[in-house]
């Protein structure tokens, strides 16, 4: 038995590997792109039909929102348009159903500041 050893050739490869730094010397262009959103609040109530009701503090037959409808109108709680409309604030009268109808002409009319 002859234990041939195999042929190891340490091969040792030296590649002088050069790094060849390029600096660019132009900068890539950084593009700024400035995109400007503008949401403007667009409120839309539809309904089937007007509440058109008479408003005793108006003298006149006005067009009338339920609370919640006033409430999306003018940005604020259902809660709110309920204290204005029991302070006097805001017109309101009920329904024979027994909901609440705010006036929107005081509603309109109404101090931004109060809600
Ligand atoms: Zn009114």
Known sequence: MSSSGSPSHAAGFRTAAETETQLNPTKPMKRRTEITIEIDR??????????????AACGAEVSHLTAPEAATLSATDVQT????AASGALHSSLTRHGALLICLTSLLHAPQNKF
């Open 42 to 55: 667009v409120t839309v109530i539809s309904r089937r039909e007007s509440n058109q009701a008479w408003c």
């Open 81 to 84: 348009i309920f204290r204005h």
